[in-house]
């Protein structure tokens, strides 16, 4: 059974750093896309960063409002999405979900929550 749990997330200041992690479980580390997703308070949820497979390159995408600021990467001996995120800025507030597609089946994880005041 595919499982995605995520963790990381907290409060921080506009400018701070913080790196979300994604476990994986269910499926054979380093394959398929994974994507960051998050959700602010009253809005629909938004796509944020996406890595291919390893076997693909792991390369990246990034949604424009987070490019030069959020890295995301693999580490496949944990099964592991991170999502490195610095400079943060108050609109980057949301719950940050990781995503996967297995067998035309879409899984979510559970969200963390990243909040970003002074």
């Known amino acids: 059974q595919v499982q995605l749990v995520e963790s990381g997330g907290g409060l921080v200041q506009p400018g701070g750093s913080l790196t979300l992690s994604c476990v994986g479980s269910?499926?054979?580390?380093?394959?398929?896309?994974m994507s960051w997703y998050r959700q602010a308070p009253g809005k629909a949820r938004e796509w944020v960063a996406v890595i291919s497979p390893t076997s693909a390159g792991a390369n990246t995408l990034y949604t424009d409002s987070v490019k030069g600021r959020f890295t995301i990467s693999r580490d496949d001996a944990r099964n592991t999405v991170h999502l490195q995120m610095k400079n943060l800025k108050p609109e980057d507030t949301a719950v940050y979900y990781c995503r996967t597609v297995r067998d035309t089946i879409i899984y979510w994880g559970q969200g963390t929550q990243v909040t970003v005041s002074s």
């Open positions: 269910g499926f054979t580390s380093g394959t398929g896309v």
